[in-house]
């Protein structure tokens, strides 16, 4: 089997075990973990389970994750980057979470011009995977049931954008920011519910604007640029839509870090062209 191919089934596989047996840990206990942030017994129980299924593959070479300090080597192979589970925080209030997966061919520091594939998990009312790789022409969107995967659909962004998801406390963020937020919002419907996978597939199914920008809080913003930004900003370019931090692709940033953040924007050309203008006049 085709390297890669063994990477998607083994996400497959293990996201299905995490859909069945996420009930049992919904009333996470709370840590800290490597970047800092906010650690639930869910997160490492994820993380171990990827890491077991994954590090056992020929095709993987570095084991990179959100709930680790460092890389993991496990000889030849793909750099691996995980976050095993996005939005952790909506366990205990039964929404939705995801998982997300980076794919790079060159070791690590690497921009995302170096992914050849991205995925992401949705772990919803039911759950979907959806894959972007280089060596196909499509992005594919799985639905996981029964310990199958069947194919469900091509993605493209919708050109019409309707709705808007922006993160972020209106005190923390820049005034310039709100005033765009404001401008936006006229328009767009409101989808915001903390965890950026089920955010961004919002956008991927209505079209509009995902965006987490730098707060007070978080100057650099808060999504990690290996495990959240990058891979999904790869997955959004690769069907037609467009991603920045403002000033640039994600996908040409350069992390400072294995736990490196950075201002998130994804979604509708036209919208991302709005939040450069805006940004790029330093507000
Ligand atoms: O609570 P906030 O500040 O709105 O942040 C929500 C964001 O934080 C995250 O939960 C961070 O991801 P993790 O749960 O993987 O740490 C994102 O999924 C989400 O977009
Ligand atoms: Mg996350
Ligand atoms: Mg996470």
Redesign the pocket.
Known sequence: MKAMDQIVQTIQQTAHYVNTNLPNHAQSRVSV?ASG???TDA?VWADHLFFDKLSALDAVGSYVS?ERDAAIDCGEGYVVTI?P??????LASNNS??T?VGVYEAELPATGRELCAAMMVLYGPYTTMTVARDDREIVQEYLLRDGFSERWGEFSLPDDPKVIGL??KKYARSEGFNELAKELEQHLKPR?G??????LAQVLEYGGLFG?PATT??PDG???VY??AVPLAYLVEEIGGRSTDGTQSLLDVEPDGLHARTPTFLGNEDLIERVEAHMGDGS
Do not use: C, H, M, P
């Open positions: 973990n942030d906010k650690q997160d959100e976050d589970l996005d939005g952790s925080s909506n979470v995801g997300i993160a972020g915001y903390g965890a950026t996978v089920a955010d987490y809080e978080y808060k999504l990690r495990y959240e």
